[in-house]
């Protein structure tokens, strides 16, 4: 059955109907984007689309396994090793869950785990009403996008947004480059769309999605890059400073609140839009978790002494889950190498197995140790497999999507993007192993979701998921939903994986509007209230 699509248009704002060429947000699949050459040599991108997809088959996996007779013996062994290699069983993702939870615990308290769980200086959830106008600017891994969110109460909101490109050479380049960069674009959305001139009381929340230690929601002590970034002179140091700097000698009139992650920003806008969402998970480029937790719980906040039951989102950071521990979460000979030829070795032990940035260089690597071990793609040329990271996730994608018997579209793919001929056989054994990926992906993923589930004694809520792994590649949701079933039983159903709100702008708008609420409620400025690291004074 095709997937049911639901369109969900907001009405254009009085701005968009005056100016017509801005487009707002509108929500259809596939997203499209269209990206525009900038006087200043930006690319501004602007997409007015989003995906909220709902497939038929986001309870049962298929099962595509197909006749195998033809196979011969060779090819069915490296099949069956593959498998042996790559499934997460009933028992082992049920070991593993139980790890995550102890994991998590410790990960609260002064002695830490390999998931840091970082208090975020969120402290709660929004009521829902919260209105007026913020900017927030996201850095992804391949774009920066600059949005301002009217929150309009009634969790409705309205966006207009420009994405910028971020040339690859960015992300290793210098402190002094990508703050520079990053202030150019807001200069340009200043430009675009205020004339240059911002009114004061336009606040930024600033969506950084890298593990940072904040003490107050305005600092973040970046302690290490993930996602193949490699920027030099900011690790270890607060990002903050590093950002106000650049705006001032650009000379761009626009003040930071709240520096959040992606995951918190899930979390926070899919619950003023479905209040029942108590996480927020990024399936993307990278992946991770945020829920919330109460002081009492997190010894490493003692020292605040803010009162017990005070809320605080937490960062789980669980891409970094068991990169010491490979007897708790066993790697293959693929993940090993990704790992060791990895700007961060030894680091997202967890995320370098399932997050989209790396799915395709796993399947790389199988494939390429298979003809060198003489089983597959005999006698050709297998240039293109011999390059880092030339497989994007997306041709796994297309190979599990392929729908006819005879794997016509596989052997297609493997032509035209990697040069490789393949015959029919050969092609049983891709496609399996594109399967195998895919579905290691996504268990251990809500093996992820359902450890934090038990932690935080959930049993039925919904969880925002977003990133490009949860929204376009086939049967993850499916598979998830399978995994959660063999960890709760049928239980596994009421823990609902759904579409998250925009956590990155929307999310990131709101966590500016409750981190300002607070300042007012407690009488202080914004200056004493967030800067000097009291952020938590107002709820005392
Ligand atoms: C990486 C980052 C984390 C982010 C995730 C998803 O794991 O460390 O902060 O939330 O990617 O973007």
Redo the contacts with the bound molecule.
Sequence with gaps: MAPQLRYVLLSPSPMAQARPHLLRRAVAWPATTCTLPTPKGLHRTINPLRSVACSSDVTNPPRRKGSMADVPKDLMDCITDLEKLFTVDKQRINELCDEFVKEFEKGLTEEGSSIPQLPTWVLGFPNGEEKGTYLALDMGGTNLRVCEITLMGHGKFDILQSKYRMDPSVKTSTAEELFGYIADCLKQFVHDHHEGVVKEELHLGFTF???CDQHAIDHGILQRW??GFDVKGVEGVDVVPLFEAALKEKGVPIKLTALI???TGALIASNYAHPDTKMGV?F?????AAYMEVAENIPKVAKHNLPPDTPMAI?C?W?AAFSDRPDVLPRTKYDVIIDKESPRPGQ?AF?KMIAGLYLGEVFRLALLDLHQQGHIFLGQSVAKLQTSYTIDTEILSLIELDPFENLRETIDVLETKLGIQCNEQEAKLVRRLAELIGTRSARLSACGVAAIAKKAGLTKCKVGAD?SVFNLYPHFKARGAEALRDIFGDAGDDIDIVHAEDGSGVGAALIAALTLERVKAAGLSRECMLRKGVSHAAVS
């Design positions: 999605s890298y593990p993930t996602k992650n992606d995951t990024i993307g480029t990278g992946c991770n960062n950071e891409g997202q995320e990133g």
